[in-house]
């Protein structure tokens, strides 16, 4: 299984170009594999740098996806700054559904940072986000067994 796992990211590297579509079916294939195969989603990610060179929206949406995949090993992403653009294309752009993602991951990288302030303003940000309608707001961070859960 792990070695058909490396020939799938050795083809994806191998097509790597600067092709929009061929990029975006990186970016899916990634996101495919995020939760069960984090580590290997983040390399297929990391064939995509420099990431200036994706669209806005492919840079978006890289952030979300390498700040998951980071967070799902256990490693800090305090410094990824795609998370920063993601949030402002998320928002530029009034997709609510990633933009909860993005505040979600943003307050986690808050609390990889020890800025206990900035991770109170992105839940909170996210909280504003479900509505005063909402009568089940329990989507928020879980603690369980030792590990923050989305």
Not at 67 to 86: C, G, I, P, V, Y
Not at 102 to 109: G, I, T, V
Not at 136 to 149: C, K
């Amino acid at each position: 299984m792990r070695n058909i796992l490396y020939i799938i990211i050795l083809a994806v590297a191998l097509c790597a170009c600067n092709n929009s579509t061929q990029k975006e079916r990186i970016l899916d294939t990634a996101e495919s594999m995020a939760v069960e195969h984090p580590d290997s989603a983040q390399t297929i990610l990391e064939t995509l740098y420099p990431y200036s060179k994706l669209t806005q929206q492919q840079r978006a949406r890289c952030g979300i996806l390498l700040a998951t995949t980071k967070l799902q090993q256990s490693k800090a992403f305090a410094s990824d700054r795609l998370l920063d653009n993601s949030v402002s294309y998320f928002k530029q752009n009034c997709d609510s559904i990633e933009l909860f993602k993005a505040y979600q991951l943003k307050a986690y990288q808050a609390m990889w940072r020890g800025q206990q302030d900035s991770m109170s303003y992105y839940l909170q940000q996210s909280i504003n986000m479900i509505g005063e309608g909402n009568k089940n707001p329990a989507i928020f961070f879980v603690y369980e067994t030792g590990r923050y859960l989305l």
